[in-house]
């Protein structure tokens, strides 16, 4: 499972628009080249999980 940073910018009870961060809002974070280079960003229309358990994953 990979994971993301990503910015959220509105939301309600049911979703959330969200935004990546750009290079240099990684850099300010503290984030190495290497890790930036290997950053993945989301997609338009990606459905995201909040903590997903393992067990509710499918493959």
Do not use: A, F, W
Not at 23 to 40: A, C, F, M, P, V
């Amino acid at each position: 499972m990979d994971k993301s940073l990503v910015k959220v910018s509105s939301k309600n009870d049911d979703y959330s628009i969200i935004t990546s961060y750009t290079t240099d809002e990684l850099r300010q974070l503290g984030y190495s080249q290497d890790k930036i280079n290997s950053h993945k960003k989301i997609s338009l229309y990606d459905e995201i999980l909040l903590n997903p358990r393992v067990e509710n994953l499918q493959e």
